[in-house]
């Protein structure tokens, strides 16, 4: 929040929210980030628990799980799958 703040974004102009892959670095702000904004689709990885999903939309966010298949989210651009591998 405090890289919103110093860019100056407001979070409420965000409306799509992408994790790439499981790593608890990638998911550290999601949190503090639905606080001030859960108006929002996040995309997590399948892989991901689903109790960690169940958290995401208890906070009132959509939740789209991404597997392999390419995922559209919006017009250009287009996600690849769940990132794997270290």
């Not at 703040?5 to 980030?33: E, R």
Request: aromatic share 8%; glycine share 10%.
């Amino acid at each position: 929040m405090h890289n919103f703040k110093t860019l100056g974004y407001d979070p409420a102009q965000i409306d799509v929210v992408v994790i790439s892959h499981g790593d608890w670095d990638h998911l550290g702000g999601l949190w503090t980030f639905l606080d001030a904004n859960s108006n929002l689709e996040v995309y997590l990885p399948t892989s991901l628990s689903r109790h960690l999903k169940d958290e995401v939309v208890a906070t009132g966010a959509s939740c789209i799980s991404v597997a392999e298949d390419f995922v559209s989210i919006c017009s250009g651009v287009v996600l690849s799958g769940e990132m794997k591998g270290p």
